[in-house]
């Protein structure tokens, strides 16, 4: 079992940029490739970025890549996401997710999921 919170979203100006942090609590966080997700209304949840469970590899999104970075620390038990040159476009709730399933972008692969953060980009 793992417990996921998100924390850093917010409002910020295009352009701009914001850092998301997920902090998970529960046994062997470094068992699972972790992954960001977003969603807006209306609109099914799609994926951003995920990181496998060492750091190794990340994987990204076309309409994030070159602009997004997730990252991990396993001795703090915590994944990022960096997110610079933001575009209203980006606007949606961000959601931290952990799955078993190795370099996974699909979103039914990840078993847990935290309970998302608003990140607002205005232009």
């Known amino acids: 079992q793992v417990t996921l919170v998100e924390s850093g979203g917010g409002l910020v100006q295009a352009g701009g940029s914001l850092r998301l942090s997920c902090a998970a609590s529960g046994r062997s966080f470094s068992m699972y490739d972790m992954g960001w997700f977003r969603q807006t209304p209306g609109k099914e949840r799609e994926f951003v970025t995920s990181i496998t469970r060492t750091g190794g590899s990340t994987a990204y999104a076309h309409s994030v890549k070159g602009r997004f970075t997730m990252s991990r620390d396993n001795a703090k038990n915590t994944v990022y996401l960096q997110m610079n040159t933001l575009t209203p476009e980006d606007t949606a709730i961000y959601y931290c997710?952990?799955?078993?399933?190795?370099?996974?972008?699909?979103?039914?692969?990840?078993?847990?999921w935290g309970q998302g953060t608003q990140v607002t980009v205005s232009s």
């Open positions: 997710a952990a799955t078993s399933v190795y370099h996974s972008t699909d979103r039914s692969d990840y078993a847990y």
